[in-house]
């Protein structure tokens, strides 16, 4: 059988896209996610590579993160998928929306490294994403937003109905395509257990700001 990576940033965008894949009856067996090499930071979020880990932990998948800086992004994304080749990986899933620089970006990558792209959010309505991602029984919370946009009052809300009213009256994209909020995924039809989540505090990072989760674990 053909096995299938999802790129995983810990957000409902890579999240939803591994599950609409799998209900579409591919075979994903690992996830792949990128911290920087000089932090324990995940690229993408800013969480905790511990924290990623666990989700992978609660959805039983095996999980390759691999250490990257943004200079060496590309040839570290190659590195990984040629890891995951080493173990049967024909193809890598992603969560984007909409955004064709991104796309271009991920094909050309996908197919100089012989695996091929799947993005099955590709196309969507953001607010319909949104509303199935929510109606499919996924649970998150927002964990970064960009200080020029959101507050940190944002930070540690849940993503429903609510804060998708609220950001479609701001003008901000409720999938926050272009990186405007990230969110990270706590329960849902993927997760055996859900992952509990403790003390947390607002701090700031690269005009972010970000919810550093200091305490979680499995429920």
């Not at 059988?1 to 994903?28: H, P, R």
Request: glycine share 10%; charged share 20%.
């Amino acid at each position: 059988m053909t096995e299938y990576a999802a790129s995983w940033s810990g957000g409902k965008d890579s999240c939803f896209a591994c599950w609409k894949a799998i209900s579409q009856g591919l075979n994903v067996s690992h996830l792949l996610n990128f911290i920087s090499t000089d932090s324990t930071r995940a690229m993408s979020h800013g969480l905790d590579r511990k924290l990623i880990a666990l989700q992978a932990q609660a959805m039983g998948l095996p999980i390759l993160q691999q250490k990257v800086t943004w200079e060496t992004y590309e040839a570290g994304f190659k590195d990984a998928l040629g890891q995951l080749k080493s173990k049967g990986i024909t193809g890598l899933i992603t969560g984007d929306i909409y955004l064709q620089e991104h796309k271009d970006w991920i094909d050309r990558v996908c197919g100089e490294s012989g695996v091929k792209a799947v993005l099955p959010l590709w196309g969507m309505d953001s607010a319909r994403l949104l509303a199935d991602f929510i109606e499919a029984g996924f649970k998150a919370i927002v964990v970064s937003v960009k200080a020029e946009l959101l507050g940190k009052e944002w930070l540690g809300r849940q993503v429903d109905k609510k804060l998708a009213s609220e950001l479609e009256q701001l003008a901000i994209d409720v999938c926050g395509e272009a990186g405007e909020f990230h969110t990270l995924v706590y329960d849902g039809p993927m997760f055996k257990k859900p992952i509990k989540i403790g003390n947390a505090v607002p701090i700031t990072r690269n005009s972010h700001w970000i919810l550093d989760i200091l305490e979680y674990n499995l429920g």
